[in-house]
């Protein structure tokens, strides 16, 4: 059951991976389309942080995904947002974009695999090796001479 450790591992570092990519293709598809405007912030959670504004062809938006890039946030703050004017729900903090979560990804991927690989190499000799066994105790010398 060693390698379940090492699984797991693998699929955290696919996921976070992915949530990067994921973001960077927003960015480029906001950065095809971009349009400009002031949002106000209605709700702050630690999922998502939802925001209102107008756009360009005067609707107002709420986008239920919420905002990307939030961090610092404050319920009822104005703050500026770019989004894809071709589809509006997309929206992120002005002058932010996927790289502020390179830093965060990469600290909790490390962290992650400093902590795995000695788990991993700890499980996997306590399992080919446990207490108690034959194997993990030393083979006693019987000293013949004495007889």
Not at 16 to 36: C, M
Not at 44 to 62: E, H, I, N, P
């Amino acid at each position: 059951m060693w390698w379940v450790l090492p699984a797991a591992a693998v699929l955290l570092t696919g996921l976070i991976t992915l949530a990067l990519a994921g973001s960077a293709l927003d960015d480029v598809k906001i950065d095809a389309h971009t349009g400009h405007a002031t949002a106000q912030v209605l709700v702050v959670t630690t999922m998502r942080t939802l925001v209102q504004f107008a756009g360009s062809d005067g609707k107002v938006y709420r986008p239920d995904e919420g905002l990307a890039y939030p961090a610092g946030l404050r319920v009822g703050q104005l703050v500026r947002v770019e989004y894809d004017s071709a589809h509006p729900e997309r929206v992120r903090v002005a002058g932010r974009t996927w790289r502020q979560g390179v830093r965060p990804a990469s600290l909790t991927l490390i962290a992650l695999w400093a902590l795995m690989v000695p788990a991993t190499w700890w499980l996997r000799r306590r399992q080919s090796h446990p207490v108690g066994s034959p194997s993990r105790t030393a083979n006693p010398v019987v000293d013949c001479s004495q007889q």
